[in-house]
């Protein structure tokens, strides 16, 4: 997740290393006795021929990495790389509809903008 761009921020959230792109987190790792999930915050509209992802949420979807048996790092690392570049994509929606809102018209009405 690193390595997907020198944009790319990592925190602690509740305890366990997150990628942030700006102020969007779209990745984690949580680690457990028996696993590593590796998780994506928009994993549900990650296209996943492979059918690593794992989950039911609205959003999120993990997969599952156990030590020693893990034969899919390729179809993981192509993972990694399109939730990367859908949180950009998203990012990029984001500022592009603020640039939008800022756009204000008078409200004829009260002969006020939208921030008035």
């Not at 990745?27 to 296209?47: D, R, T």
């Not at 492979?50 to 179809?75: N, Q």
Request: hydrophobic share 35%; charged share 25%.
């Amino acid at each position: 997740m690193r390595s997907c761009g020198s944009n790319v921020l990592e925190l602690l959230h509740d305890g366990h290393p997150t990628t942030c792109l700006d102020d969007l987190a779209w990745g984690y790792v949580n680690a457990f006795a028996a696993h590593v999930s590796v998780g994506f915050y928009f994993g549900a509209a990650l296209h996943d021929p492979a059918r690593l992802l794992e989950g039911s949420g609205k959003y999120m979807r993990h997969v599952k990495v156990r030590a020693g048996t893990y034969d899919r790092e390729a179809e993981l690392q192509q993972l990694v790389r399109d939730a990367y570049t859908d949180i950009a994509i998203r990012l990029s929606s984001r500022k592009a509809g603020a640039r939008q809102l800022n756009k204000v018209r008078p409200n004829k009405s009260r002969g006020r903008t939208r921030e008035g």
